[in-house]
């Protein structure tokens, strides 16, 4: 095996549109990927394991790593702070191996500027109605949360253009289908591959 | 359903790599998938079929259709000329129909100069030794036609890095999947959705 650099893989979308289960369940099918644990400061959700789903730190804490530039991206979402740790994200790259970010469109455009051959998927419900109906399913939010969520969907459905692939998400199925085909075209995509091989070398 | 330009899938290989089972495969497999069937002077093979596989054509007849300015692309190989008829092409991606082409190095740097938006795909086996063991098992060509294929594609297994997607066909079930995910993955590029969409609407 030549070894070649990981492609970086940011999934972001509006809150409800399905990011979570699909960025869960295609770790279970692709066993190869990495991912990264983000930094939070907000409260754990139910059924949330701490260091696997988030890193749950205080506010002052998230500042000191901040500070220390610690952070490849970061972002303000309900208040709340969230952050990519660098370091493992890095020597996961530099080891060849994928990585899938499960990350809000702020921090998307902070990992496009300084990873620009990253590959950007922006998922989304097929319907604003859907998407109120998926918030309301999941039963952890109140009106108010409700209402202030889908006002930001609204918002940020409409920088969909700034990704590379975009998934309506339907069919948790067929989505799941797609996100792979994505990660399964990128790393046949000559233009990556180009990078590894040496200049009159031929994959043959 | 908003009506959508068609993608124009274009698949190349050195003889033996494995293209042509692989392209009958996706057709089976993608049934919106339109193909055109190819132009050529050269005799059928046995178990080709007249119409659905090549389009048998006497050297005149072919020099009219190129005359009549008829063909897409067109090239010679190995002393038979093969030619892409255009009409049935365009239509087929007008009406928002993704086409699949089977076509040699020379006709993809022309589809590639007409259709600047076409997807090319190069297969290469997995090495020159496997690419021999094919042609022999292949039975239909004799030693100075296998040698001379041979030659062929060292010189065209050089073209990869003017592709877009490289597809290393070590087995067949698994270069089928890469294929078919490269067309799954082309089908949510935004900057293909974003020539159907108009400015300010989205998909949402």
Redesign the interface.
């Known amino acids: 095996m030549i070894s070649r650099r990981g492609t970086l893989f940011v999934v972001s979308a509006p809150s409800g549109a399905g990011k979570t289960t699909l960025c869960r369940e295609m770790r279970l099918r692709l066993h190869d990927l990495a991912y990264s644990v983000s930094v939070t400061t907000r409260a754990p959700r139910p059924g949330e394991i701490r260091g696997s789903d988030f890193h749950f730190v205080s506010p002052s804490e998230f500042q000191a790593m901040l500070g220390r530039g610690e952070l490849a991206e970061w972002a303000t979402v309900h208040t709340n702070l969230y952050g990519t740790p660098a370091a493992p994200l890095e020597a996961a790259l530099r080891g060849g191996r994928d990585v899938l970010l499960d990350i809000d469109t702020q921090g998307a455009a902070q990992l496009r500027a300084r990873y620009p051959e990253a590959v950007l998927i922006?998922i989304?419900?097929?319907?604003?109605g859907e998407l109120e109906q998926r918030l309301r399913e999941r039963r952890s939010d109140g009106e108010h949360e409700i209402a202030r969520r889908l006002e930001r969907a609204r918002d940020e459905?409409?920088l969909?253009?700034r990704?590379?692939?975009?998934?309506?998400n339907r069919d948790v199925k067929e989505a799941m289908?797609?996100l792979?085909?994505?990660i399964?075209?990128?790393r046949?995509?000559?233009?990556r591959?180009?990078l590894t091989f040496p200049d009159?070398e031929?994959?043959?």
């Open positions: 922006f989304v419900a097929p319907s604003m459905v409409t969909w253009r990704y590379d692939y975009l998934i309506v289908e797609q792979e085909a994505i399964q075209a990128e046949c995509r000559v233009a591959l180009a009159l031929v994959p043959n």
